[in-house]
């Protein structure tokens, strides 16, 4: 705002002139004035650059999550790593500095053989088909499970880990181990199972020696099958081969029921021989010693083995005209006197 200064200082000395006194001297005070006027305030020259500063410094604000580390780079070299989940921390801005925070505890997801692509899978032929040891083309598809465990190889150490070395590492294994194995061997349930297992042991391998900074968590088999050309003959192959080794199964059930069978029988057979080896020898001895009398309850207890439960009476052969069977089981003689019942 600009200031007649001449106006002010007459208005001022009309002022003091009505009141009959003499007025002030402005002189000093004019020339005050006009220095206030010239002077510049340093402030207003340095205020933008210190506001820019400020705004400078508080872009290296950062906060590493839960989950994540942050790595701090300074003129590009690596120079510190955070602590996992450190929360709100400070670094120079750039130029100085850069920061990158990286989550190694996501759990991400590969697939060979296919790929998802807005919920519909499509295969992929090339990664998919692959030769087995018995020169037998297979189709297989796996899904690798896995997550950052070295942030600073990670970044550095190797060009594209998820999108290059993960891939290429993870098919070079499956064809590996998928090429060590039989058609047959591989495709049925403990083979997928054996194949999964032996491709992440080697993938993970080839990972370490290539300082990836990844760790596979988990490798688990989508898919694993003839070529679709060939599939359903193959099939039917493998169903047959399936029977064979259920009716084998079944043989080897039947032997294991029945042979234990069998030898307990001929051991309950061999006992009872050497019994009745025994029980011959003590009647030959009896027989020796007194053979009308042994003849004679030989003789009566086969009778009574061959007619169990029926009443019988035994006489002897003179005695058979003089006796009188009464109803009821009863005997007598005709002298009244009763035989047996």
Known sequence: MNWDWEKLQQKRQRHFSGQGGQGPDFGNFQEKINQLK??????????????ALIIWLLTGLYIVEPGHMGVVQRFGAMHYQTELGAGLKWHWPRPIEKVTVVDVQR???????????????????????????????????????????????????????????????????????????????????????????????????????????L????????????????????????RAMEDKERLIYRSEEYRENIVPRARGGREQRILTAQGEIRRFSQILSEYQMAKDVTRQRMYLEKMSDILPGVNKVIIDKGAAETLLLLPGGGSVNLGEQIVGR
Do not use: C, W
């Not at 010239?38 to 506001?51: E, F, M, Q, S, T």
């Not at 295969?123 to 465990?149: C, P, Q």
């Open 38 to 51: 010239n002077i510049r305030l340093p402030a207003g020259k340095y205020i933008i650059p210190v506001v």
């Open 215 to 238: 760790f596979v968590t988990d490798v688990r088999t989508e898919r694993g099958d003839a070529p679709q050309e060939v599939r359903d003959a193959f099939h039917d192959v493998v």
């Open 107 to 213: 759990i991400r997801t590969h697939q060979i053989g296919f790929n998802v692509v807005n919920d519909s899978k499509r295969v992929i032929r090339n990664e998919a088909l692959m030769l087995t040891g018995d020169k037998n083309i297979a189709h297989f598809e796996i899904i690798v499970h896995y997550r950052v465990d070295d942030p600073i190889n990670y970044l550095f150490n190797v060009r594209e880990p998820d999108n290059l070395i993960l891939k290429t590492a993870a098919e070079s294994s499956l064809r590996s181990i998928v090429g060590t194995m039989d058609i047959e061997s591989a495709i049925v349930a403990e083979g997928l199972a054996m194949v999964a297992m032996r491709t992440q042991d080697l993938l993970q391998r080839l990972l370490d020696e290539y300082g990836s900074g």
